[in-house]
């Protein structure tokens, strides 16, 4: 893991976590995770087959100093979870499992599942919830839109 990948080595990160917790394994049918090289960074619109779907995309890094030598880089990614109908239930349970998944990512003091064991705040994540229609024009599908950020806090020794 090196300072060029600090990162994509965080999105990574949030991604392990969620993908090798147990009560999140057969939840999500589409994930979009833009890890290839032929896809570019926009929000997607799951369609009704890929429900229940999860999407992680990098919202802002702003770079304070830490100590002389390093800055720490507050990593700010923006979860949106896609669950069908207008239910609110389901909704609460996949934030309540994927705040679980972030939180107990790594054992302490363990290199496992770096940056998520770091998560700001530390109450964290926050989350809203929202009523909105997928496929507005061709196939109206009701779903449940919940937003997560979650801030990874990143360090960076700019002078090597």
């Known amino acids: 893991m090196g300072y060029e990948t600090v990162l994509t080595d965080a999105r990574a990160a949030l991604w392990n976590a969620i993908d090798n917790f ?65 239910l609110l239930g389901p909704a609460e349970k996949v934030f309540t499992q994927i705040a679980r998944a972030i939180h107990r990512s790594a054992p302490p003091n363990t290199p496992t599942v770096p940056y998520t064991k770091d998560v700001m705040p530390l109450m964290g994540p926050a989350a809203s919830f929202q009523r909105t229609v997928l496929n507005k024009e061709t196939n109206p599908v009701r779903v449940v839109l919940t937003t997560i950020d979650v801030v990874l806090r990143c360090n960076f020794q700019p002078n090597t």
């Open 22 to 86: 147990d009560d999140l394994q057969r939840t999500f049918k589409a994930k979009f995770k833009f890890d290839s090289d032929n896809t570019m960074l926009r929000e997607a619109e799951p369609a009704y087959s890929d429900l229940p779907a999860i999407g992680i995309w990098p919202t802002s890094v702003i770079p304070k100093w830490y100590v002389n030598t390093m800055q720490r880089w507050p990593y700010t990614l923006r979860m949106q979870i896609w669950t069908s109908g207008w």
